[in-house]
Every structure is written in structure tokens, then in C-alpha cells.
């Protein structure tokens, strides 16, 4: 009888070694992407930024969202509080303490930061996120079901849902100006930044720039291009001049924030080769055990006669 | 047939003060249901921007999918296997994996802001999305295990169908239909076990798949990219433990027979799977040396530390034992703390170990989504008790004596 026991928890387990050899074997990388050499990014120079919140204005207003009035916008104390972006807020500045010279405060932008190996467009069960070609990640309202696996899988917390919503929630998060920039324009924020906080070109010119403004001004700048090689590198970058983590921007290692994610579906479903092969091998183990009983029994028969 | 065949239960009546009380919870679960649906998902939940999966994911969808295990877990050993003793255990974890994951679907039709599109992931796929591939997976192992349940019906209703009144004109071309349906499954039905049984290994899986996106943002004593595995172990090893539950409670709750001389044989696979299961947890805690946040004293450590323990360890020393087998109330026990082990891995998994870079404030679910998840659970039990009285699911014990 334990003989019996112990040979079908062998099968099964080598059903489960069987399964398991399906994830880590075969492993390969997701498909190519469609990104452009050229693609377009955004440098913030936190060192520029005066917090004046226009570029929030801007973001409203071209997104046809309730502004309001601009001059409001130039109200400080809104830094009380640390903000996030939601709704129709796609980006909002805050304002950190300076270690180096407490009268001139960091303020720092916040918006998605449309990583060059996004997250949300991996788990997105309906593809809703897109990565195009010149850099921008957006959002297909169309597609979307709501399920909000985009915000699970985000390193940077960005995509935000209306909860209050019963029917047609949307997920909200920073489009990178698509209307605009997909037209060869350049982002709102971007436009009406009075400081020129916000450099809008290349991705890879926006590193040399950020490089030489780096070695020109030590002691200005921390040597940390922030975005440039985090999650796989980010198309929005920043340079500050404290630690980024200090200016509330998550530490992350540079790779991609899909990680493992992906080689783990693709070893599974390996040209569907694993689910073929264990369903063969089952109907196999199936076969087998049932012509078993059958034999057992005509031997039972034939010796009952 | 040379094992006793199943009947309809008929030893007790459909409601008793229990059931009124299982009524209660369900009822009040429906109405927030509705408040969901009329008023959006943010009226009854404390979910957030902060925290988008609470206990709906964690317990409705996650465990439910682990506890309903059984289902492929029974089909695996009963058919594929061809253990004849077992069957009598097969319709009743048959029964249980098509309510849990019709339970499971609703859930995440709840959860889901656009619940009108759920259909989309038929047509649009991802298919770099563990997500999709849950989805989908799930999907088709639903209709599967419909299919599976048809016989059942099929057995209970052909050459007996009795509509009253004018509708008695269908009688006839209903009987024919089962008839039908009756042979065409019985000849291709082990093309639906064995594909029962790949389905779920798949989406049992990817449900460990799903987490791993999360990278840092999920606390580091869950977060490895072994959790698919994990989860497959940890739910091929609670498949039992909760098909043992049921049964003790259902012959407990239709006063029939503990159905010992099943579940005791059936009870000593549990070990060796948690034995394994706690060999790769482990190893997997050793390897990417996630111990060192077990001396910390946070609600992280202390969740793992009742997971590991309550819901693993203790269990296996108690299924080890041959007189935990033997008796039921050891039995159903050590079963009941395997199946909570499960429920509280896969919260640990969703829900505690998720930490987003910004969160200043901890989640915990609001009122309304824990009569959700409850009223769910009750319902089920409701529909499971209907079940067993309409259909043939639950062999009796004494019958199974004579034969």
C-alpha cells in the first residue's frame, strides 16, 4: 500500500518538477520594441525649478481640464503637504527643504516618466498602454477594463483610477503632451516653463546635456543623471542637487521594471510547448493507468472461472 | 460500477437556523454589491491610488482560485490516475472548483471599474500580461468545468424530465438532448479532465506571476521569482486539506458518515506536498536571504511568521501523524489549518506585502468590501448546499459499506 502512495506522489511530483522545468528553462526576452534612436525626453533640472506651478496649469488647461486661474497657481502654500498626481492633476510640484542654503527650497516636478520598458504597458491584461515610437506611454480608454493592474505593477506609483466613478472610470496619468508631441509640438509644461526647469529634445542629447552641465558644475549638481538608467532608463530624466531620494524619487536598480515578469510567461508558454507537453504526458499517465485497471480485471475474471 | 453511486441528498432539509444565519451574511453582502455597482467601487472600499487590489483580489480571486483546487487535484488523482477508492470524492471537489471559480469570475466582475468589458480580453490580448494569461486561463477552465458537471445533470434528469404544465411539450426533445449530451461526454470527456488539469496547473501558477511585477513595491519575504512555483506547490497542497474540510463538514452538517476510509488514504499525500512546498519556501529564503527581516517586528513578519507556521509547519508534523489521520476531528483540524495557511498566504501575497513607494498610511478593507468577500463566501455555501439536495454529488458512507 505506502509502495503505491510513494510511486503516485513520484508522478506527481515529477509533474510539478516537470511544470517548474517549464519556468526556468527556455527563458527569452520579450519581443523587440518599436522604440526610436530619436525618441524624445525631458530633462528637469530641479536646481532651475522655482516652483511657480504653471507648468500645472498648462497641463490642465491643453488637457481641457478645469484650470482655473493661473495666478492662483503662484500660491505656496500648497507645499505644505506632499501631493501626488491624480484626476486631472497629471503633474504636480512639490517643495523639499534645501540641506545646502535653506532659502532657496528644491522644488521638484512630478509626472509619469514614461520608462523606455514600461511596466504598465507589460501587465496591462488588454494591451491598453502603449509605448510609441518617439517615447510617449499612453493609455487606451477603449480597451481598458478597469482592473487597475497597471497601478500594481508601476515603480513609480503614477497611474491613478477614479474610484468615485460607477460606470467608465478612467485611468489618469501623464500622456506626454501625445496630441502635441506626436505632431513634432512640445509638451505644455514644458512650453510655458518660465526657468527653463524643463528641457524638452532627444533622449540621448538630453543625457550629453545633462552630463556637461554635470562637469561644468560639481558642486552644483550630484553626479546622478535620475531616470537615466533606472527601470532600464526613463524618458523623463532629473538632476538635483541633493541625493534623488531625498526629493521623494524611489530608488530603483536599472533593471527593466517588467523584470522577471516576462521571461517567467514566455518559459511557460514557450511556443506552448510546456502545457502541450505536460497534457500529453498526463493523458499518457492516463492511458496507462486506466488499461492497468482493465488488465487487473480480466485477470480477476479469467481466474474467477 | 463497482463503487456505490452518488445520490441526492435527502437526510436533512434545506433550512435550518444555520442556514438562515449563512442567508443573513449573504443578503447583506449583496447590498453592498449593489452600492458598487450604483455608486462606484470607491463608495464601498477603502481602495485607493495608493492601494488598487485589496481583500476582493487577495481573498475573492487569489484564494479563491487556491481553495478551489481540489477540483484539479481530485480530477488528477481520481481520473487521471484511475484511483477507483477516490471517487466518491471527485463531485464533491467537482462541484466545489465550479462554484469557487464561478465565485472567482464574479469577484473580479465586481472589482473591475469597467465590469461591461470583461470581455476584452478575448479579443485583445497581451500576451506578455500574467494577467491575460490568468484571465484566460481561468475563463476556459470555468467552461471546462461546466462541461465536467454536465454528466451530473445528465444523470439526474435523462429519462426523468417532468416540466409541468404547458411546458410539457419539451419533455421529450429535452430527454433526447440529454441523451445525447450524455454519450457524446462520455466518449470525449477525458479530453476536458486532462485539459482541467493543465488549465489549472497553468493559472495556478501565473497567479504567482502576477506579484512579480510588483518588484520592490512587494515586501521582500514574498517578493521572489519563484512564486509561480510556490504557488503551484502551495495550492496542489491545500487541494486535499480543503476536499477533506468540505467533506467532514457536509457529512457533519447532512449527519452522514465521516467518510473516513477515503480520507484518511487521501490524507497522507498532504504531507510529502507540504514537505516540499516548505522546502522551496525556505530554500527560497536562505538563497535570497529575505530571513533577516524576520527578526524585525512588523505586521510584514508576523503575517509570514502565522503563514509559516500555523499554515504550514504545524500541518505537516499533524498529517505525519497516523492518528491525525485516523481520527476526524484531528483530521479536519489539521486540514482547516492548511486551508487557512493558504487563505492567509495569498493575502500576505496581495495585500500585506504591498508597500507602493508613496503609501503613508497602511490599507485595511472597509466594511463593506468584508461583507463582500463574506456574503460571497456564503452564498456560495448556499448554492453548494442546493447542489448536493438537486444533484447526485455526495456518495453516502454506509452505502459504500455494502458494495
Known sequence: ?305 | MSHAAAEPVKTVKFFTPGVFIVLLVALNGLVFIAGRFIFGIGAVTNLDNQYPWGIWIGIDVAAGVALAAGGFISAAIGHIMHRERYHAIVRPALLTAMLGYTFVAFGVFIDIGRWYYIWHPLVMWNPNSALFEVGICVMIYLTVLYIEFLPIVTERFMGRVNLPGILKVFNNLLNRLLTFLDNALGKTMFVFIIAGVVLSSLHQSSLGTLMVIAGDKMHPLWQTPILPLLFLISAAGVGIPMIIFESLIASKSFKLEPEMKVLTPLASYVAPILGVYLSFKLGDMFIRESFVYLGEFTAQSIAFYIEIVIGVIVPLFLFLNKKVLKTPLLLFMASAMVVFGVLINRINNFVIAYHPPYADYPYFPSYGEISVTLGCAALLVLLYRACVMIFPVITPEAKANHS
Not at chain 1, 536646481?47 to 484650470?67: F, I, M, P, Q, Y
Open chain 1, 1 to 305: 500500500m505506502k509502495n503505491i502512495n510513494r510511486r503516485n506522489f513520484l508522478k506527481f511530483s515529477s509533474a510539478l518538477t516537470f511544470a517548474s522545468a517549464g519556468l526556468t528553462s527556455n527563458a527569452k526576452a520579450a519581443p523587440n520594441n518599436i522604440l526610436s534612436p530619436d525618441r524624445m525626453g525631458v530633462l528637469v533640472d530641479t536646481t532651475h525649478c522655482v516652483g511657480c506651478r504653471n507648468c500645472e496649469w498648462a497641463c490642465k488647461t491643453s488637457h481641457g481640464h478645469d484650470a482655473g486661474d493661473i495666478e492662483k497657481y503662484h500660491n505656496r502654500e500648497v507645499f505644505k503637504e506632499f501631493r501626488r498626481p491624480k484626476d486631472h492633476s497629471f503633474t504636480v510640484v512639490n517643495e523639499f527643504e534645501n540641506p545646502k542654503n535653506e532659502l532657496i527650497p528644491i522644488n521638484v516636478k512630478y509626472q509619469c516618466m514614461h520608462c523606455d520598458k514600461p511596466a504598465c504597458v507589460s501587465a496591462c491584461i488588454v494591451g491598453a498602454f502603449q509605448k510609441n515610437e518617439m517615447g510617449q506611454v499612453t493609455w487606451d480608454g477603449g480597451k481598458c477594463i478597469g482592473c487597475r493592474y497597471c497601478m500594481v505593477a508601476c515603480p513609480f506609483q503614477i497611474p491613478t483610477f477614479e474610484y468615485e466613478k460607477a460606470i467608465e472610470p478612467n485611468i489618469n496619468k501623464c500622456d506626454f503632451c501625445f496630441e502635441r508631441t506626436s505632431k513634432g509640438g512640445i509638451p505644455a509644461c514644458v512650453e510655458i516653463c518660465p526657468v527653463e526647469a524643463l528641457m524638452f529634445g532627444p533622449r540621448t542629447e538630453l543625457i550629453r546635456v545633462a552630463r556637461q552641465r554635470i562637469k561644468r558644475n560639481p558642486e552644483r549638481y550630484k553626479n546622478h543623471i535620475y531616470g537615466e538608467k533606472e527601470v532600464g532608463g526613463t524618458s523623463w530624466m532629473y538632476l538635483s542637487s541633493v541625493d534623488a531620494s531625498q526629493l521623494k524619487l524611489p530608488k530603483h536598480k536599472d533593471k527593466t521594471a517588467p523584470g522577471v515578469s516576462e521571461s517567467i510567461q514566455h518559459g511557460i508558454f514557450a511556443y506552448f510547448v510546456p502545457p502541450l507537453a505536460l497534457y500529453a504526458w498526463l493523458g499518457g499517465i492516463m492511458w496507462i493507468s486506466k488499461r492497468r485497471k482493465e488488465i487487473i480485471q480480466e485477470v480477476v475474471e479469467e481466474e474467477a472461472k
